[in-house]
């Protein structure tokens, strides 16, 4: 019964190749996120869907796809990996609009490209 | 300019004492305000949330918000050693959550 679930857990791979993050929220959530978290703990925003719409792209390569099945999943494809996108992966969802729309995490994806 | 700053700490306090953390953030559109906890390994867990000034209270965690200094704090009453963990100040901007990079706090048995 877990709220925000993304697999794999942890993600171990080489410069050059292409990798894929998956998330699934049963919350019945309308937005979800990815959020990167880097080695001194700082969680910055990468995407935002609404309803399977895109409405956050941050200043993020275009390495890095996002898409949105339906809006109680939200998967990370990472083209051309490079060592600077080690860090872990956190898909988040919340309620939508409001005051009272925290986020929700999951288990986040810890990702080393060697 | 970060959006949201923090004290990284580590701050350290002795069992039972009060535990304060400080949080700022820049864009004065700013709506609500989150405080989450995040152990090593972890992600990060809610604790609070408040969007109107004043103090907020929830069992042994208080948030207090002034909007016109752009100040966040949360206080952390008798604080126990499975309190220690990085506290992350986030701010919500139209459902753009920014996050503060966390006070690491200690809390000594």
């Known amino acids: 019964d877990t709220a925000v679930s993304q697999t794999p857990k942890y993600l171990v791979t080489q410069m050059g190749n292409d990798k894929s993050i998956k998330c699934e929220q049963n919350?019945?959530?309308?937005?979800m996120y990815w959020y990167k978290q880097d080695s001194k703990k700082f969680l910055k925003i990468m995407f935002s869907?609404?309803?399977?719409?895109?409405?956050i792209n941050e200043t993020v390569p275009n390495r890095f796809s996002p898409k949105s099945p339906d809006k109680a999943h939200l998967n990370l494809h990472i083209n051309s990996l490079e060592l600077g996108d080690s860090a872990v992966y956190f898909c988040?969802?919340?309620?939508?609009?409001?005051?009272?729309?925290?986020?929700?995490f999951g288990n986040g994806t810890r990702l080393t490209v060697t | 300019q970060k959006e949201v700053e923090q004290n990284s700490g580590p701050l350290s306090v002795p069992e039972g004492a009060i535990a304060s953390l400080n949080c700022t953030y820049s864009?004065?559109?700013?709506?609500?305000f989150f405080w989450y906890r995040q152990y090593s390994g972890k992600s990060p867990e809610l604790i609070m949330f408040?969007?109107?000034?004043g103090d907020k209270e929830d069992g042994r965690f208080t948030a207090q918000l002034n909007k016109a200094s752009q100040y966040v704090s949360l206080l952390i009453r008798d604080s126990q050693p499975s309190d220690s963990a990085t506290y992350l100040c986030?701010?919500?901007?139209?459902?753009?959550?920014?996050f503060g990079s966390g006070t690491k706090l200690n809390v000594k048995p």
């Open positions: 408040i969007y109107s000034n």
């Open positions: 864009d004065r559109g700013s709506q609500s």
């Open positions: 988040a969802s919340s309620p939508g609009t409001g005051r009272n729309s925290p986020l929700h």
């Open positions: 919350l019945g959530h309308d937005t």
């Open positions: 986030a701010v919500d901007n139209f459902n753009k959550f920014y």
């Open positions: 869907y609404n309803n399977k719409e895109l409405i």
